[in-house]
């Protein structure tokens, strides 16, 4: 589902690279924690998948496409097949939560139909059920993430990348936002998520990779965050 | 679906900005009447040299008794017989029609009908009217030459080419239009500026929305269109109120004018000139956001 092979990326005006030599295989339908300090390359890794940045050697396959032979005209398609979470939400303030979960699906010219019948079983999946015409602000920070993966997830993406998402949550909070993470991935959605909460990584037993300097130091099966920390 | 998320999404564009969209109007109103008027000034004068082209004549005055010109001081009236001579030698030219000969009478005729100055008229006598030889060529081009020949003949006082006169009509038209045209060019440059502006600020106040159009993998098109159209749609609204000047300036300008113009300004040029602005106008609007959209919108 996600391929790189020797993946090296080098910002503009730094000697030091993001991600230096790296080799992942992420199958269909696992679920993967990006673990490791900041700066060590977990965004570079998630920007790259999403064709945001392009590597400046080694090659991306996602979802069985060749990032480096896709066309800037086909990128939108790509983005189509990843949902994409945040730690800061990013939802727009003046939509409520189903105008928010809508507004994924009307731009990328979904029928109205379509979207009626499927933004209401999201929002029950993420658990916002009688919440739908609430706005961000009148919600907490852990349903304002739920609105969010109801958002990334509304388009059953083959790929949904998670970049902090307990970041700004309470821990009793991200159990919940975790669970429902789970819950998309038993969809057999493939999972990534880069985290730096070792409490949510040792609780959940899922494969872990591990960055350090932009070098892969550890890849794991059922893993735990990691003595060090 | 698309239609209407895409025509909310420009009307909420256009409100949000609304002082920058009234700019955006107002600048490109002004700027493509002035190039309308220009326009208009430029086909009113090829109107007018080509009627009167066909028209125009040289006028070889003769000498009277006591005129002013060099030609004929130290000596009287043109007689009869230099007249004589004098039509052969234009007749035999090879540039010219025809030959009108007019009298004095006549003249005075004329001079009373097109002269208002009541002074001028009250101690002018039939007797200081000149007589003169009306020239028609068959190539108004050739009148110079022509002109230069027939002068310093014997009982000729001038000749003026009417050419000459219109001339420095057409002159002041020319320059008249050639300010409409540059400032037309500076409200051009003006309104591009201006609409860089307008959609710079657009994509900035809707920075959220598009990061995530961007992120859920929306067409660049369903991007950019809602800023293209916002551009297009104030390029619009500017053409048209430029075409309601230019009719109000054909109606009270050009109108008014007629009188002296011979060859009136019709609404087909008008409607023309209209159209033509309209869409200089919404392609300058249009071209200017999709410019500046590709600086301002990471797509």
Known sequence: MIHLDNVTKVYANQN???LDHVSVDVDKGEFVFLVGPSGSGKSTFLRLVLKEERPNSGSIHVAGKDLSKLSNFKVPHLRRRIGCVFQDFRLLPNKNVYENVAFALEVIGKPRRFIRKVVPEVIELVGLEGKAHRMPEELSGGEQQRVAMARAFVNRPMILLADEPTGNI??????????????????????????????IVDSMRKRVVELEDGKIVRDQSRGVYGQAY | ??????????????????????????????????LGVGLMINSQVSKLTGFWSD?????????TKGSPFEPCKNRGA?????????????KGLPDVERVQFENQAQAFKNFQSTESNTLLLSVTKPEDMPESFRVKL?????????????????????????????????????????????????????????????????????????GIMRLVGASNIYIQLPFVLEGLIAGLIGGVLSGV??????????????????????????????????????????LASFVTLRRYLRV
């Not at chain 2, 998320?5 to 955006?24: C, D, H, K, P, Q």
């Not at chain 2, 009188?259 to 392609?283: E, F, K, S």
Request: hydrophobic share 50%; proline share 2%; with cysteine.
């Open chain 1, 170 to 199: 309470d821990p009793a909070t991200s159990i919940g936002i975790m669970k429902v993470l789970d819950r998309i991935n038993r969809t057999g959605t493939t999972v990534l998520m880069a985290t730096h909460d070792a409490a």
């Open chain 2, 1 to 34: 679906m698309r239609a209407n998320f895409i025509f909310s999404e420009v009307w909420i564009g256009l409100r949000r900005n609304l002082t920058m969209t009234i700019a955006v109007i107002v600048t490109v109103a002004v700027g493509m009447a002035l």
């Open chain 2, 78 to 90: 043109v007689t009869q017989d230099e007249k004589g001579t004098l039509e052969q030698t234009i």
């Open chain 1, 16 to 18: 030091r690279p993001a």
């Open chain 2, 245 to 286: 000047i230019l009719i109000i300036v054909k109606v009270f300008i050009f109108e008014s004018i007629q009188t002296y113009m011979a060859a009136p300004l019709g609404w087909d040029t008008v409607a023309g000139v209209i159209t033509g602005t309209m869409a200089i106008g919404v392609l300058i609007c249009v």
């Open chain 2, 55 to 63: 028209k125009v004549e040289l006028s070889v005055y003769l000498c």
């Open chain 2, 138 to 210: 068959k190539d108004p081009e050739k009148a110079t030459a022509v002109a230069s020949s027939l002068k310093g003949q014997p009982g000729v006082s001038n000749v003026v080419n009417e050419r000459d006169l219109l001339q420095s009509v057409f002159g002041f038209m020319d320059t008249l239009r050639n300010v409409a045209l540059g400032i037309a060019i500076l409200m051009v440059i003006a309104a591009t500026l201006l609409i860089g502006n307008t959609v710079r600020l657009s994509a900035y106040n809707r920075r959220r929305e598009t």
